[in-house]
Structures are given as structure tokens and as C-alpha cells.
């Protein structure tokens, strides 16, 4: 089997999860390069249909960050992620897609450890099932 | 919906998204930062550039050892006037770090500051990443994903808000006082709005204060006359907030004025009708433990001085139904013809003070409270102590006017109890259980005072000594240990409980118990915090935008807390915040225009259906429905822009500023 490098978006609000990430860096963390993150300003900014878009486009897995319930910094934006990641969870089958590609973690800004550890057990997960091969149809 | 039907719904809707708008093609600059090494020394910085400099819209591409420092910057304003570019990319550092340093460059140097963006990668790249080649290629991602964001960026300009330069304050307790003296000092307009007859809160009850034993009245009443005698101040007692609209610099409150049936500026406080008053109810300002008229002053000193007609006490407003009052009141001050008013302000900043009630005694049943007359609460104590109080300042006890000569305190009633009561410590307990039982041996020198306590939390300047000074110079008896059982008998109340120190039990056969009653946000507070629009938190205590680093401001912006009405404190620290509240309101009033951040929501009207899904979508009331458009528009100045509603939306009408759907698209296509 030829090698296999997971292609991983990532979303990160500005203000916990990409903190977050950049924590991890001040803090000369580690992890795999697999991910590019996409920044908004909350994580209720993401649509389901650009998650969609990206798997369409040939993401592996898509990965969603944003902060703790209670924290976001818009009040209760985070808790909209929350819903709409659930229920597209449960239409990724429909699509063909394991729902496990899809992966949603509340990442404060002070927590640069947690942003390396879920990513590189996302990116292994992912690593793990392999490429994702949506059908003709799925893709169209 | 089938499955089928909604994949073909999504493949619609992308199919739109795919469409390239026809757009002038920009001319975009990017600037490769080495960091010293700290970035080239992972990435391959020369090949990101050149790699960039081929990609579409790039018209110049450079790199640089330190693109923040003078030279830096000035090689990217060079280059935007040399090349003519209209967009601006910064591969370096987090944006959180220099955006502001590059957007200001780039606005130097005649561009849109929006048309500047930053591309991370020192944090999110060269620094968590070993694999050179792989981190450059990352790096090169990273960077296009950006170009292609900035290709879509608008130029924006920061939203401008006109400021009211007044400010409204909410409550006339301590905090509340300082807040609208501090603001009407500074030369604002304040209007100081107190539901009660009079101001002075609860402060104005308390005999002496810790730790210095100055007495609360000859500290308080000063300040209370300032306000009253303050041009800038415009105070509206008895008065309650009805609405709050509006938003930062642009407040609009409706006040309820209630009638007080006393004309302030007739009464001459001669005290005739009370004293013809037929109706005995019991007084608020004493803690219930004496009797006030339907019309009465709170207080000798009360601000304003006048009487009130409590209306809902008095028999009657009809002149047959009693109107004995007026009939003796020689100034005329008296009209029972006086209505509910509705006062509207505006005003550019609201600081909320209002403050803390006691936790009800009548929770309290295991400590007797509520049932037996000698079991009272501290604010009771207090005005036990008082020498304006119903005693005059001699300490009796209620059930039968004695002095009571075993005394027992007993801390933490209703506080630090999540099974019972409140989790919280009320924080100022343990000070004034101490100031209690030293005033009360300086009262009655023979007598003896207990204190029951979990653990003395004596913080602050000058407590612990005060602490030390009433154990030791006034032989309070400290016991450290929970009451387990309090009972009646015999005329006095038996308390029993566990010394956990010694391991003994303990009974003391006491005259008076007085409880430390845990503190509450003060009645009422859900109510204003609704309209307000402010948060609370667990206990119903206003909540602060953050609890360390803003912890005077509301998450709504222009509106700020000040007080016991945040979480329990004492005086010093009430004052401190007020001081805290009002200097942050007081930014706000000296600058003429407010600027707020421009990426906000959008909304396309031609394919807005007006399905007004996106309005409880957002958290701050910015979406609003516009019956004659038929469709959703957007209060720039509401929106933080966190862009939940675009989310939402299921036409694609809203977008965000700069965060557009197309931009999200094509820096997804641009990564894959
Ligand atoms: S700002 Fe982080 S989730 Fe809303």
C-alpha cells in the first residue's frame, strides 16, 4: 500500500482554540503537520456545509476547536457548534463518511498540551482508517 | 428530505458558491518574516516566497530577517507603493502578536488596514514541527490559504458610534454613590436611580465599621449630602428601571417614578403626620424590629429629606377613607392625587450597583431563626449597636428588653453549604462577627461572647490584627466548631455544638444568637439583570466579562458592576470597584466616537427570504426583522461579529464581513 498522509482541515475559533494552538507553539510543543487551520472568530461560524465542502474536496478528516461550554466568547455561540456537529454527524452517514472524521474538542487558550494531544491522535485515527473514498455520487 | 434529495441540496448550493464572482484581480504583496531563526530555522523561508511568488495574484514576493522591526516594515510600505498593491500577506508570527503593527503599516502607507492579513506560521508551524521539508510545506499552505482569503477581503472601516455623555447609575448604596460621584466629578451628568425612599443602602444601617470602629452614619451621610447637593448629579429616588434599550454610548431607560404623595420640596420634615398616622407596620430601616407609619421617613438623615407615603400600607388615598395626614400638614405637602411618572433618559453608560439583601432568616429553621425572637441576623445586630437604632444604642434583646449577658455568634449560617444553603462564603462574616462581639463587650463589659467558626478568613489590610485584638483584648471566645442543635427553654436559647479543636461538647445557655446570614444578590436583581441584558452567575450574582483580567465590566459593552451586587465584599472593596466601574465608564464619556470592530454580519437582501431563522441565533439582539423590507437586517453597532447567525442561514443571504462563505470555500480548496 502506497503511504498515506491524512489531508486534515482545521477550524479554530480566535479565541480559545487558536490561542490554544498558539500556546502550544510558545510552548515549543510538537505534533504532525497533517492539520491547516482555518481561523474564525467563534466556532459558531462554521457552517455544516463547509465541512461538507472539505470532505468533498478531499479532507480526511476535519477538526473543529473551539471553547469549553460557558466560555465561548461570544456567550453561547459554541453550544450552536455543538448541536449542528451533532446532527451532521448523523447525516455524514447518509454521505458515505464516517462520523469519527469528523471531530469537534473544546481547546482553551490555555491549553496548548490538549491542542497537540487531540491533534495527533486525530491525525492517527484518521492515519488508521485510511484515505476517505466517497462514492461518484456522494462527490457530485 | 431524501437522503438523495439532500445531496443533491448541497451540490446546488456549492454549485453557487463555485461561481467565481467576477472580481478585479488584486494586486497582493506577500512578506516572509524569518524571525531570526526561530522560523527560517524550520522553514524554508526563500522557498515559501518564491513558491508564493508564482501563485496567482501575487505581484511581489520577499522575504526578511525580521519583518517586524523598522526596516521590515518599511520594506513592505515600500513595496505597496513601488508594486501598487492593494492586499497585503505577513507570514510570521500569530496575528494576535503584530496584525496591529502590520495593519498599521500598511495603513501608513495609504492601504486599508483590512486589506492586511497574517499568515501564522512561527506558532502554528515552525515551532511545532521538527521535518524542515515538512513544515515548509505546511508554511506554503498556510500562507496561500491566506492570499486567497485577502484576494476576497473588503475594505473596511471601523463602525463609529456617537457617545451620550451621561451616565446612568443603579443604586444608591455605597457602591453606587462613589460610581455616580466619581463619574460627576469627572464633569458628566449622572442620573442615580434608587428603588428605596432613600439612598445610603445598607450601609447607612451599620453602627461602626471594621476594622477602624468608625462609625458608618458620620462616613456615610457626607457622602449621601454630596450627591443630593451635586450639580451633575440628577437623583431620582423611589424610582425603578423599567427598560433598557439600546446600546453602548446609546442607552435609552425608562424610568418608573412612583408617587411618594409628599411633595420633597414642600415637607419640612416636622414629623406632625406621622405622628397622627393610625397605621403601625414594621420598619425596614430597623430590620423589623420596630414600627414605622404608612408615612414615615426611613431615617433621620435620609437624602432626600422627605417623607414617603407608603402606599400600600396606607388605608386609602381617599380623604373619607382616612386623610388624617393631610389634614394636619400645615406646608401642604401632601397630595394624593400624585401618579406613577415615566421619566426617559439617555445616556451613553450604565453601571449596575445593585447590591446584596440577607439570606432569609426563615431558611434558617435549624438555627431557630425566624422562630425564636432571640435568634437575629447581623444587619439586626447591627442596628442593636447603633446608637440611632431602636435601642438607642444599648444592647437588649428582643423577646424581653434584657441585656443579654451570654452572647452567641455563630458565622457561615447559609454560607459555605451546598447541600442546604449557598456553596459561597459571603467573605465579610468573619470581620464583622469579630467587630459584633467586640462592640458587644465594650457594650457589656461583664458579659460573655461566643463565636462558632469553620476557619477565620480575616484578608485585608488590618484584619487579622483586629481579629487577634478581639480574642485577646477582649476575651472573645472563639470556637471552632459547627452548632448542632439550638432549642428554647426556660427564657433562654440552648445552644449545643461540638468544640472540634478540643473534641468537647459544648452547651451554652445564651441570651441572644446572632447569625451570620449568609449575603444575596439583592431582591430584585434577576429582574434588572433581565433587563439589563447582563449575565449572572450561579448564585444570581451580576457576572463580569472576566473574573480576572475585566472584572468590572459586564460582557455587554458600555455597562459596567460595581458592589455586593457582583459577589459578596466589604467596604473598601465595593468602593474600590465602584471607583473601578466608574473610570471605565468614564473612557467611554470622554471620547466623542466609539469605533467597533467592522467584521460584522451582512445581509444579501435580494435573497433574503425573511425566515428570521438568524434571529435567536444571535446572542446580542443585533438581527433584527424589518416588516417593510420583509426581511433581516443587521445593527452593526450590536454585532461582535462572531458570525453564528451566517452559520445558520439557510439562503447564504448573511454573511460576515471578511469571513465570507466564498473566502471559507476557497481557502478549504486551497489547503486540500
Ligand atoms: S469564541 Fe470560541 S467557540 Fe465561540
Redesign the interface.
Known sequence: MEHFEPKIVCFACNWCTSAGADLAGTSRMEYQPNGIMIRVMCSSRIDPQHILWAFKKGADGVFIGGCHPDDCHYIDGNYNTLRRIKLLKKLLTDFGIEPERLRLEWVSAAEGKKFVMVMDDFIEQIRNMGPLRLSQEASA | MS?QE??DN??Q??EN?EIPKKRKSKRIGIFVCHCGINIAGTVDVEKVAKTLSEHEGIIHAEDYVYMCSDPGQKKITDAIKEHNLDSVVVACC???LHESTFRNASKSAGLNPYQCEIA?I????S?????KD??T??AI??AK?IVEKVKRNESLEPISISVTKRALVIGGGISGIQAALDIANAGHEVILVERNPSIGGHMIQLSETFPTLDCSQCIMTPKMVEVSKHPNIKLMTYSEIQEISGYVGNFKAKILKKPRYVDPDKCTMCDECSKVCPVLVPNEFDENMTGRRAIYIPFPQAIPATYTLDINSCPGLMPIACGKCADVCEPNAIDFDMKPEIIEEEVGVIVAATGYDLYGLEKLGEYGAGKYPNVINGLQFERLLSASGPTKGQILRPSDHKVPKEVVFIQCAGSRDPELHNAYCSKICCMYTAKHAMLYKHHVPDGQAYIFYIDIRSGGKNYEEFVQRAIEQDDVLYLRGKVSKIFEENGTVKVWGVDTLTGKDIEIDADLVVLAVAMRPSKGADEIAKKLKI?QDKDGFLAEAHPKLRPVES?TSGMFLAGAAQAPKDIPEAVAQASGAASKALAILSSDRLYHDP?VAKVDEETCSGCKICIP?C?YGARIYDEEKKIVVVNEVLC?????C???CPSGAAQ?RN?T?DQ??S???I??
Open positions: 437522503t439532500k445531496k448541497i451540490s448550493e456549492k458558491v500569530s496575528p494576535s501564522n512561527r506558532e502554528q508551524c515551532w511545532v514541527h521538527k521535518d515538512k513544515a510545506k505546511k499552505k498556510i490559504s449575565a460582557i467584521i441565533l446572542p461582535e461579529g462572531c458570525g453564528c451566517i452559520a445558520g460576515q469571513f462563505d471559507i470555500y481557502m478549504i480548496d489547503i486540500l
